[in-house]
């Protein structure tokens, strides 16, 4: 319901000024039309999130909806910016750019990881390449995540085809932490020489055992690290993030992969109030 309080202020206020094709209006509408294909903003919402979360096909969608492909693929280009700026509105979306700095200096731990998710092949042969995930053996594209002890994500880098290592992919993000120290696995390898902020796993070395310290350390490490990935796991809930994604745009696929973390960050806030309001 807070969701759809504000997401119903900002489709109004989108639908009195624009046509469901994307042209200004000349004269600012009022009202919903009544014979409209997606009457009310609860319908709209509705629509919007079945769509994200069952990966819905138009054709699907357009028999539920009783409506053509055509005006399926209208109402989704109308409605997923207004979806990401109510997301926005509550406060809820990551930091999408190439430089974070974490404010909150009370978290004890941040932990960053890579995530991949699975592009269909493109023709081009030199495209195949640079989309190739060595690791995934599949045509994936890879974003960077840090997220806090609860799992709420503060920052998502933009994608980095499957080929890009995740040590490269980090070398070209300025991520400052303050004070606080941030976990990663040994994908990571070197990038604790760049910050002591920056925690890493023993490596083994050749011909050689780690001691049981360190084992223990690993273990411990690597408890603690799950976070992270029960945090990709919440995107993931979306599948139109889990499956292989049939978009071809770039800008579309970032704006969609932005709102599954915001989706998954809103669901970590309400919960953590739950819990305090609970508690008290």
């Excluded at 509408?29 to 409209?36: D, G």
């Excluded at 809930?237 to 915001?262: H, V």
Aim: glycine fraction near 4%; include cysteine.
């Amino acid at each position: 319901m807070e969701l759809l309080k504000i997401f119903t202020k900002k489709v109004e206020q989108k639908q009195s000024c624009y046509t469901l094709q994307g042209k200004r209006r000349k004269r600012r509408q009022k009202q919903e039309y009544r014979n409209t294909s997606l009457l009310g903003s609860s319908k709209k919402l509705e629509f919007i999130l079945l769509y994200l979360k069952d990966n819905a096909r138009q054709s699907t969608l357009g028999y539920f909806y009783n409506m053509t492909q055509a005006k399926v693929s209208q109402w989704l280009n109308f409605l997923l910016p207004v979806l990401e700026s109510s997301m926005k509105a509550l406060s809820c979306m990551p930091v999408y750019q190439d430089c974070y700095h974490h404010a909150n200096h009370s978290d004890n731990y941040l932990f960053g990881d890579v995530t991949e998710r699975i592009l269909p092949r493109k023709i081009c042969k030199q495209a195949q390449q640079e989309d190739y995930s060595g690791k995934q053996h599949r045509h994936t594209e890879k974003h960077f995540a840090l997220c806090d002890e609860v799992g709420y994500i503060h920052f998502i880098s933009a994608a980095y085809t499957g080929r890009t290592h995740d040590k490269a992919i980090f070398d070209q993000l300025d991520i400052d932490t303050g004070t606080v120290p941030f976990l990663m696995d040994l994908g990571f390898l070197g990038a604790e020489q760049d910050s002591t902020e920056i925690l890493l796993p023993f490596k083994k070395a050749k011909n050689s055992t780690l001691s049981k310290v360190k084992k223990q350390l690993n273990q411990a490490m690597s408890s603690a690290r799950v976070k992270i990935e029960h945090a990709f796991s919440g995107i993931k809930r979306l599948k139109i993030i889990g499956e292989k994604t049939r978009l071809l745009s770039y800008e579309k696929r970032q704006s969609i992969f932005r709102i599954a973390t915001a989706i998954h960050n809103f669901r970590i806030k309400s919960r953590t109030v739950h819990i305090q309001n609970y508690s008290l």
